[in-house]
Nanobody
């Protein structure tokens, strides 16, 4: 049974940084596409970044140049390094995994989801 768990959220001032982590028990993340999504208050959940099996990444325009997705295969852990945070980055951040190795930006293409971790950026 696959279990996805996020951690690392918290409060930060605008301009600050946070690193989110995601562990996926029962699923070797190096063989699967993994992504981060987020949902701001009152808004739809949106895709942030995806990392495919070969290390290739795709990134939403809103976070380009500020967020970096990466993984540690030995720890089977996915990361999201968030720099230059803005108040509009405030959201619940979700980690998601596909059963295939290729990236997608569509929520319905992801099979396993964590419960999310809250990120709050104050102005």
């Amino acid at each position: 049974q696959v279990q996805v768990v996020e951690s690392g959220g918290g409060f930060v001032q605008a301009g600050g940084s946070l690193r989110l982590s995601c562990t996926a028990s029962g699923l070797p993340i190096e063989d699967h596409a993994m992504a981060w999504f987020r949902q701001a208050p009152g808004k739809e959940r949106e895709w942030v970044q995806c990392l495919n099996w070969s290390g290739g990444t795709t990134t939403a325009e809103s976070v380009k140049g500020r967020f970096t997705i990466s993984r540690d295969n030995a720890k089977n852990t996915l990361y999201l390094q968030m720099n230059s945070l803005k108040p509009e980055d405030t959201a619940i951040y979700y980690c998601a995994a596909r059963t295939t190795e290729y990236c997608s930006s569509r929520q319905t293409d992801f099979n396993y989801w964590g419960r999310g971790t809250q990120v709050t950026v104050s102005s």
